[in-house]
């Protein structure tokens, strides 16, 4: 309980902060101005081989200031807090708007996009969770690799963070908002050999709550599995078959689809999606929904960047694009409405089937399973699309060997529309819920 009044007294004073800008820009003759402020404090530890490589304890976050003469926009920021900072940091944005050009669609958004009352999401578990706890968490996941397989023979560490913060948001419409947040995560990295070969990989665990963390052994347990598995890779020859992006990567494909249809590639018409809502760009089968509002979720908030209200969205309907997504300069820009995408997007739900990784596996028979990927290959403006890759090689429904030094191409627009499956093996550590995704035909270029 402490915590929790402790942090809404905090909430409070950068309100009033943030109050204060809005009164002094309009005092300087702002014919509107937005304020915003992020607050992020905890502890980070480091270990490897049980010894303490890093300690970290931050607190960081500075008031963002944007003020608006007409169409002429100024900004600034300040770290400091007190009346006088304010109105200097005030002054030089108004400063600097005297000397910007006109922009047509810049400014604060509209009033009947905003969110004056935003709901509880149930986003803020902060733990006083001590160094000393942290380092032997550390070395319970390092001990645990070891320990699983000997072949394990090193380690890259394990890491423990645990943040807690603040989101304030205020306009001259007379919106001043806010919420707090916690977020906490773990990871191990291992090192495995055998004749010759050495492979690395890891495990992590994320989540609003200390206490829905996996257990550290078993985040040890699974970075040694994922390791050793990939020991002995081979090649594969070139070939045209089906691949499968196994649930954790997978994410990585509608990141993708996120670039395509967000607004500001829309308008500069640097996308392959361009002049595409309310047509079919993917698999029939596919839904995605956005879910802003979901309970302790990773990628929830009440309002966008803009303050700007947030709903449930339906994005893809049955394959179909229904929306682009907009910031308010952007829907300025593209005759829309804000979407509440300023500062990107909250919660895609990608519906699936009731297959899991093993059963996608059998349904495809032959190819490959996809679990790392390399490079930057994707070209969002034609949908080119090249990575380089490595995963296990499938036969007759079930993994064969390990595979690695391979590249896979298409196009994500085929790629989209040749979505076989999603599986029910949904990774929940980000802003995308997806499972593994078969996708029927790529070409993978190997030896």
């Not at 550390?138 to 001990?143: L, P, Q, R, S």
């Not at 890259?156 to 919106?175: D, I, M």
């Not at 089937?353 to 190819?367: E, I, V």
């Amino acid at each position: 309980m402490q915590q929790q009044s402790e942090i809404q007294r905090e909430i409070a004073e950068v309100k009033e902060a943030v109050s204060q800008v809005l009164a002094h820009a309009k005092r300087l003759g702002a014919s509107s101005a937005e304020a915003s402020m992020s607050r992020t404090r905890g502890l980070s530890v480091e270990t490897r081989h049980g010894e303490v490589e890093t300690v970290e304890f931050n607190q960081d976050g500075g008031l963002g200031i944007s003020l608006y003469f007409g169409q002429r926009k100024g900004s600034a920021s300040t770290a400091d807090l007190s009346p006088q900072a304010l109105e200097r940091a005030v002054a030089a944005a108004a400063d600097i708007a005297r000397y910007t050009s006109e922009d047509p669609h810049a400014g604060v958004a509209e009033a009947a996009w905003l969110e004056f009352t935003p709901p509880e999401l149930d986003l803020y578990y902060p733990d006083s969770i001590d160094t000393e706890q942290a380092i032997a968490l550390c070395a319970g996941a390092e001990d645990a690799a070891f320990a699983t397989d000997n072949r394990i023979t090193n380690s890259e560490g394990a890491s423990f963070s645990t943040h807690q913060g603040l989101k304030v948001y205020g306009n001259s419409h007379g919106q001043i908002v806010g919420y707090p947040s916690s977020r906490h995560s773990f990871s191990c990295v291992v090192i495995g050999e055998q004749d010759d070969d050495m492979q690395r990989d890891y495990s992590f665990t994320v989540a609003r709550r200390y206490a829905d963390l996996l257990d550290p052994k078993q985040i040890g347990r699974e970075a040694a599995l994922e390791t050793v598995a990939r020991l002995n890779a081979r090649k594969i020859p070139t070939q045209k078959v089906p691949v499968i992006f196994r649930a954790d990567i997978a994410s990585s494909l509608f990141g993708h689809l996120v670039s395509a249809i967000s607004g500001g590639s829309i308008y500069r018409k640097s996308s392959f999606l361009l002049n595409k809502v309310g047509q079919p760009i993917m698999a029939p089968h596919l839904t995605i929904l956005e879910q802003p509002h979901l309970k302790l979720a990773l990628a929830s908030s009440p309002f966008d960047a803009e303050g700007v209200k947030t709903r449930d969205l339906a994005v893809i309907e049955n394959g179909v694009l229904n929306t682009y997504l907009t910031t308010s300069y952007s829907a300025r820009k593209l005759n829309m409405a804000s979407t509440g995408h300023a500062g990107g997007i909250h919660n895609w739900l990608i519906n699936h089937g009731d297959t899991d990784l093993a059963g996608l596996c059998k349904q495809m028979g032959k190819g490959l399973l996809v679990t790392e990927l390399m490079g930057q290959g994707v070209n969002t403006v034609t949908g080119d699309y090249s990575r380089g890759a490595s995963g296990f090689w499938v036969e007759h429904g079930e993994i064969q060997f390990p595979v690695a030094e391979v590249t896979i191409a298409g196009n994500l627009a085929d790629m989209f529309m040749n979505i076989a499956a999603v599986g029910n093996d949904v990774d929940r550590r980000g802003g995308v819920l997806t499972g593994s995704v078969l996708i029927s035909q790529m070409q993978v270029a190997g030896s």
